[in-house]
């Protein structure tokens, strides 16, 4: 009896990329023959849908703007056996999948993604490159581990890492939030150097360099109040203990000296931030509490599902 084909799925989220879908999907559908390609719609108010369609690809859509919700559309919708993520701007370089999938296999890895190695100037702004490197840094002080290129959109996955992830952010975090997923459940995980190249004529990025930045910053700041709690709550209690100490101290040596307390309000101020403190300790310690059982939940989610299925 001979095993099944593997299923491979290509998802291409868009929003108005008429410049741009029909080279993806040719390029995909010449790279991995055998893979069916889904391209999401995000409301595109140009020629997109379209221009997909005549290319070959499954072309559906998704009503809530911003790639987080197409992702989560896409997650939900699409069943196969190893997943290809992968903007539809044809920055990405479509001959790299069978190495990455070839990797996924090999390696029984849950996902590879592809750091990208930009081979024009006009590829990688400056200022998207400084905020990489930035929130990579920082990704990988929260969390102990990190990846070279968090906000890459070149990823593979296996089923069992699509079906465990619970989407959550709404937009361009969704990069963020796939790599915390994989720290947190400490997957099997590589990545690859991949060429990346400029968008193309009459495509434009819709990311906004600050805004979207700040959004992801956010986006790490949430997950690890939510994923470390007992850290996050304990770092700001010892904050803020260490303020109230030092609040006291004149009070105290006053007190001591001259038996009076003249500075009343430093007085209540200071026992009034311990009392935060406290109370942010015991809230990290029953926050971290849930916060295992929410792992624990996801992890079981996650040894559910067959790794492969055949």
């Not at 849908?49 to 005549?54: L, M, T």
């Not at 072309?59 to 699409?78: C, I, L, P, T, W």
């Not at 070839?102 to 702004?125: K, N, T």
């Not at 994923?227 to 006053?254: D, H, M, N, Q, Y």
Request: aromatic residues 10%.
């Amino acid at each position: 009896m001979t095993s099944s084909p593997i299923r491979i799925a290509v998802l291409v989220p868009c929003f108005n990329e008429a410049a741009a879908i029909a080279t993806v999907v040719a390029d995909f559908r010449s790279t991995l023959p055998m893979a069916e390609i889904y391209v999401y719609d995000n409301n595109s108010s140009d020629r997109t849908v379209e221009i997909a369609r005549e290319a070959g690809a499954q072309v559906r859509s998704e009503r809530h703007q911003g790639k987080g919700h197409v992702v989560r559309r896409m997650f939900a919708d699409v069943e196969a056996d190893i997943y290809l993520l992968v903007d539809g701007d044809a920055t990405y370089d479509a001959a790299s999948a069978p190495r990455m999938i070839e990797m996924l296999i090999a390696d029984h890895l849950d996902m590879v993604v592809a750091h990208r190695v930009d081979q024009v100037d006009a590829a990688y702004r400056t200022g998207h490159r400084t905020g990489n490197w930035l929130l990579t840094g920082f990704l990988t002080t929260v969390f102990g581990q990190g990846f070279e290129d968090i906000l890459s959109g070149y990823r593979v996955f296996s089923r069992r890492f699509v079906k465990s992830f619970p989407v959550l952010s709404d937009g361009f975090e969704i990069e963020t939030e796939l790599s915390v997923h994989a720290l947190e459940l400490a997957m099997p995980v590589a990545e690859i150097k991949t060429p990346y190249y400029a968008r193309p004529e009459g495509s434009f990025s819709k990311l906004n360099t600050w805004r979207d930045g700040f959004r992801i910053l956010g986006t790490i700041l949430k997950l690890y109040r939510s994923e470390k709690p007992l850290r996050f709550f304990g770092t700001l209690s010892i904050l803020l203990a260490t303020v109230s100490v030092a609040l006291s101290i004149p009070v105290v040596i006053t007190y001591v000296e001259e038996g009076l307390v003249p500075r009343l309000p430093t007085a209540v101020l200071s026992v009034g931030i311990m009392l935060v403190a406290v109370i942010s300790m015991f809230a990290g310690l029953i926050l971290d509490t849930v916060s295992r059982g929410r792992r624990e939940a996801k992890l079981l989610r996650y040894l559910a599902e067959p790794w492969l299925t055949r």
